[in-house]
């Protein structure tokens, strides 16, 4: 017979996995009963309108919300049993620019890497390749509040990849990033993920997520309502030839996963508009 | 990995903070200090009388040193605390592999460090005057250290549960000021007149105070034993509080 632990390295094993995940504030269910699983080495794009419950589900896998049912393994770890293994494989880019003010970005870098185990002569390494990959080595000594918005944005990542992660989560990684910017960061990613990053992005731009991910959730007040390669849910959902394409599909190219990202969330700019002020009060 | 490597990185992280900032960590205190014996050794001393035979000036000292250990350790564990939940820096550092017992070690180690740091500058300047060394160096030690993870652990939980700079403020002024005071910097506490010496005597700062006169003049009010036993068991029970409250994440996870 085979030993369980043997049997364990043979599966292969997802990177992320959710089972049941629920979690409620005070005053809304945000998750509410999530199910997802991400091969090793997948692109996978988390696709939902604001207020839908994106980033409780990623704040979920890094342990910064506690859900009150359900599980978490990433890369075999149960977050909850094992937190230090679980989120040594993990680098994460929140959505919200979280550095510190003052401190000079070589030095964040610096400390990130110790975070995740590096001594102090990697760290500097990794941090300068970083640095000069992003564009960034020009303003290392500097604060991050001298720096522009895409410049922050840059450096998120950047600080996301000190780690050397397995699995890199990106809440909107390319707001506020010109077009030039963005397509590199766009081959920068594809490359990561050639090389075995697995990837979870989060993303506003739908036509981003269809280029980049292997496989989308589409995520609407606390379930995920599809799940698939981007082509495949385009074949599922896409409107009827026939179908009237006026209101929130006026301006949405058929054929595109904005169309079905829209059919299936039922959202148009207005609702949006009124979910992120509720969203607001309810902060 | 090196299992070490993330803690003493925070360590190291907290650490640079407020040595960049040393004009406003470290400096300001040993100013105080110096203010102090010019007013009460060179100006008004020779009008107060010797208190346990030592005169006046040299008397204060070890409070003022002790002072010095307490802010500087509330303020440097506080400060960066709710700094990081301002920032969201904290967001980061929760995210990280490292354990929540780390995270309040480094805090602590750090407020150590810092405080003290101020304490031994402040000796080193005062005793100087007075060519005295301390006389139970290993006593002095003690005090500094638990009196400092004491504090540490207070300005951890007040970061955790400040939401304003005021609520901080609000604490180090009405609260550790007015303690630390009463608790015998300025006086013996055998100048008192009951019921105020038995008040005094319910004063947690009088047993840090008092243990760390005792390490640099000799002298004590209270008994020792109370002292030292005291400073551990406060010191056990907020490191215990703060262990609990990163564990369970408390207004950081939500």
Known sequence: MVPATICHLLTPMNAVEINHLKKSYPNVAALKGVDVAIPQGEFFGLLGPNGAGKTTLISSIVGLVKPNSGEIRVMGFELRKNPREAKQQIGLSPQEINIHNYTPIRKILEFQGGFYGLSKKESLKRGEELLKHFSLWEKRNVGRY??????????????????????????EPTAGIDVELRHELWSFLKELNRNGTTILLTTHYIEEAELLCDRVAIIN????????????????????KE???????????????????????????????????????RA | MKPLIPFFTLVRQEVYRFWRLIKQTIFPPIVTTLLYILIFGFSLGSRIQEIHGFPYILFIIPGLAAMGVINGSFSNACSSLYMAKFDRSLENLLATPLRPVEMVLAYIFSGLMRGVLIGTLILIVALS?????????????????????????????????????DSLATIENFIITPLVYLGGVFYSIDLLPQPWRMVSMFNPLFYIMDGTRYGILGVHDAPLLYSFSFTAIVALILFGVCVYLFQIGYRMVR
């Open chain 1, 243 to 281: 179908s009237r394409r006026d209101g929130p599909f006026q301006f949405v190219r058929p054929g595109s996963l904005e169309e079905v990202f829209i059919k299936l969330t039922g959202h148009t700019i207005e609702e949006e508009a009124k979910e992120e002020t509720a969203e607001e009060t």
């Open chain 1, 221 to 240: 007040h606390g379930r995920i309502v599809a799940q698939g390669p981007p082509k495949e849910l385009i074949a599922k959902h896409q409107l009827k």
């Open chain 1, 146 to 171: 001298q720096l522009s918005g895409g410049m922050q944005r840059r450096l998120m990542i950047a600080r996301a990849l000190m780690g050397k992660p397995k699995i890199l989560i990106l809440d």
């Open chain 2, 129 to 165: 005057f007075f060519k005295i060394p301390p006389q139970h160096f290993f006593v002095l030690l003690y005090f500094f250290i638990f009196q400092s993870v004491i504090f540490s652990c207070w300005g951890i939980i007040a970061g955790m549960r400040a939401k304003t700079w």
